[in-house]
C-alpha cells in the first residue's frame, strides 16, 4: 500500500494524490508490482528497495549518488503468546531520503508510522526528514524502554513461583523471555551504532533542534541497552541458580537412596548367610537373626544420620 502526506501551511499532516516537494510517500507491505512502481516511478535504487523488503536487514546506514537509505531496528509484539508470556520480535523500518521528498518502507512497522501521524502534542514536518526520522527513533527507543520494563516483570513474578516450586514450565519460560531480549539487545545497539555513525560523518545537515534531538536519543538508547544487559544478566544469573538447585536437589536424593539401599542390605545379608549351607550358625533361637537384622539396620540409619548432623 502507497500512501503520500505532506505538511500544509497550518502545520497539519494531509494526504495528497501525487507526490510533491516536501512530501512524504508511505510504503507499507508493498506487492511486487507495488515495488515494480516504485522503480519506475522514483527511481528508487535497487539495492536500497532489496534491503528494504529485507525482514533479517539490521539497522546502518548507505548513501548513493542521490539518495540515502537509513534502516531502523524497531520491537514489534509477535502473535504467538504462550502461556501468557509475551513474544517480542524486532523488525526494520526503512527511510530513503531523496532530494525534495523521502520515503519510507515496512512490512511490520507501520504502527509507529501510525503513531507519529495520529501524534498532535509533537507533529511532524514533512519538509523536514531528519526531524521526521529522529522523532522516529525517539519513539521507537521508547516503545523498546516499555517492553523492558513489561519482560522485567515478567521476569520477577516467573522467579518467584520457581522459588516456591521448581518447575520446567517456568524454566522455559524464563529462556523464551532471554530470547527476546538477546533480540533487543542486538537492535538497540544497532540503533545506537548508527546514530554515532550519523553523529561523526555528519551525511546530512543537522540543525540545532535536531543536533539537540540527536543527543538526546544517543542518551535514551545507550541507557535502554544498558538496561537490556542488565536484565540479560540477572536472568543469566537466575538461571544458573536454578541450574544449581536442581542438581543440589538431585545429590540429595541420591544420597537418601544410598542410604535406604545400604540400611535394607544389611537384612539381605544376615538372612542370605542362614540361608545358605553354612556350619556352625546357631539355629537354637528363631528371633536371633531377626534381632541382628534389625539391631544392624538400626545401627547403620544411627551412624549415617549422626554424621549427616
Not at 3 to 27: A, M, P, R, Y
Not at 37 to 44: A, F, M, P
Not at 136 to 161: A, G, N, P, V
Request: with cysteine; proline share 3%; net charge negative.
Amino acid at each position: 500500500m502507497i500512501n503520500i502526506f505532506i505538511t500544509n501551511d497550518e502545520n497539519k499532516l494531509s494526504e495528497i494524490s501525487h507526490d510533491q516537494k516536501g512530501c512524504w510517500i508511505e510504503v507499507t507491505d508493498p506487492t511486487d508490482e507495488e515495488a515494480a512502481l516504485l522503480v519506475e516511478n522514483y527511481k528508487i535504487n535497487r539495492s536500497f528497495l532489496k534491503a528494504a523488503l529485507d525482514d533479517q536487514e539490521t539497522a546502518h546506514l548507505e548513501q548513493s549518488e542521490d539518495q540515502t537509505l537509513i534502516m531502523i531496528d524497531c520491537c514489534i509484539s509477535s502473535d504467538r503468546e504462550k502461556n501468557n508470556i509475551p513474544q517480542y520480535e524486532t523488525a526494520p523500518i526503512s527511510l530513503i531520503l531523496f532530494d525534495s521528498f523521502f520515503m519510507t518502507i515496512t512490512r511490520k512497522g507501520a504502527q509507529f508510522l501510525n503513531a507519529l501521524k495520529e501524534n498532535e502534542e509533537e507533529p511532524i514536518d514533512t519538509r523536514d526528514p531528519v526531524s521526521f526520522f529522529l522523532i522516529l527513533m525517539k519513539q521507537i527507543s521508547e516503545k523498546f524502554q516499555e517492553e523492558l520494563r513489561t519482560i522485567s516483570s515478567y521476569c520477577d513474578e516467573i522467579t518467584d513461583h520457581l522459588f516456591k516450586k521448581m518447575k520446567n514450565e517456568g524454566l522455559m519460560q524464563m529462556m523464551k523471555l532471554d530470547k527476546s531480549l538477546i533480540f533487543f539487545s542486538s537492535s538497540l545497539q544497532a540503533n545506537q551504532n548508527l546514530l554515532e555513525k550519523i553523529q561523526e560523518t555528519r551525511p546530512f545537515e543537522l540543525s540545532d533542534p535536531n543536533e539537540k534531538l540527536l543527543d538526546e536519543n544517543l542518551v535514551e538508547y545507550r541507557q535502554a541497552s544498558k538496561m537490556c544487559n542488565l536484565y540479560i544478566s540477572v536472568n543469566e544469573r537466575i538461571s544458573d541458580g536454578c541450574s544449581n538447585i536442581l542438581s543440589n536437589s538431585m545429590n540429595i536424593v541420591v544420597e537418601r537412596l544410598t542410604i535406604i539401599t545400604i540400611v535394607f542390605s544389611i537384612p539381605a545379608i544376615i538372612f542370605g548367610f542362614y540361608g545358605m549351607n553354612v556350619k556352625s550358625l546357631n539355629l537354637q533361637h528363631a528371633w536371633l537373626p531377626i534381632f541382628l537384622a534389625l539391631g544392624g539396620s538400626i545401627l547403620c540409619w544411627i551412624i549415617f544420620y549422626r554424621k549427616r548432623r
